[in-house]
């Protein structure tokens, strides 16, 4: 079946430490975005790619990187530079000019 | 800049009623408008859509909203609440399909009385 596979479910980091979390999809979606969602604020986006080998930020980008080398990958970094990481991680995918399809979500901790 | 107000962040209807989720939105260009559902846990499902067509929009499960532009409004409603619908509802906005960067309401829970 067809369909976006985040992974892991669940992710603890250390303090000071990267953690990347993985965003696959077999749509053949052009696009592909990344949202950090947080209780009572919505969905916030955090980069997203529109095409292979390019991505641009989304309206909270800062501690978080991105890469996207396949167009059925699109990877994000979490960074010790983001200060508050802890929070539920979803990735979407679609095709240009259609909704937005979306994996199950990645949950991250901090011990 | 579009933006989206979902009013009431949680709501509770008796199995069998009328659900009504309210939702706003400011867009500077006639919107495309979306209703999505997420279950505990679980990322969001596309419940239904508005792309300038026909403004009763029919969607999954029963639920169907309807654009009013003179009002800003996109409403999502279910004649008859069934224990299935309790989840978490959001409201998204974009300006136009080409820029698909969803702006999302901060959602509203909904829950079911046996």
């Known amino acids: 079946d067809g369909g976006i596979t985040q992974s892991p479910k669940y992710l603890f980091r250390k303090e000071g430490q990267n953690v990347t979390l993985s965003c696959e999809q077999n749509l053949n979606h052009d696009a592909m975005y990344w949202y950090r969602q947080d209780p009572g604020q919505g969905l916030r986006l955090i980069y997203y790619s529109q095409i292979v080998n390019d991505f641009q930020k989304g309206d909270i980008a800062e501690g978080y990187s991105v890469s996207r080398e396949k167009k059925e990958s699109f990877p994000l970094t979490v960074t010790s530079a983001q200060k508050n990481p802890t929070a539920f991680y979803l990735c979407?995918?679609?095709?240009?000019?259609?909704?937005?399809?979306f994996g199950d979500g990645t949950r991250l901790s901090i011990l | 800049a579009q933006s989206v107000t979902q009013l009431g962040s949680h709501v509770s209807v008796s199995e069998g009623a009328l659900v009504l989720l309210r939702c706003n939105y400011s867009?500077?260009?006639?919107?495309?408008l979306f209703w999505y559902v997420q279950y505990p846990n679980q990322g969001l499902q596309l419940l239904l859509k508005y792309t300038s067509a026909a403004t009763l929009v029919k969607g999954i499960n029963g639920f169907e909203a309807e654009f009013k532009k003179s009002e800003t409004s996109f409403h999502l409603t279910k004649p008859s609440a069934h224990m299935s619908d309790a989840a978490e509802y959001f409201c998204?906005?974009?300006?136009?399909?080409?820029?698909?960067?969803?702006?999302f309401g901060t959602g509203t829970r909904l829950t079911i009385i046996p």
């Open positions: 979407a995918s679609s095709f240009t000019n259609q909704p937005q399809h």
């Open positions: 998204a906005v974009t300006e136009g399909f080409g820029n698909e960067k969803l702006t």
């Open positions: 867009s500077s260009v006639p919107p495309y």
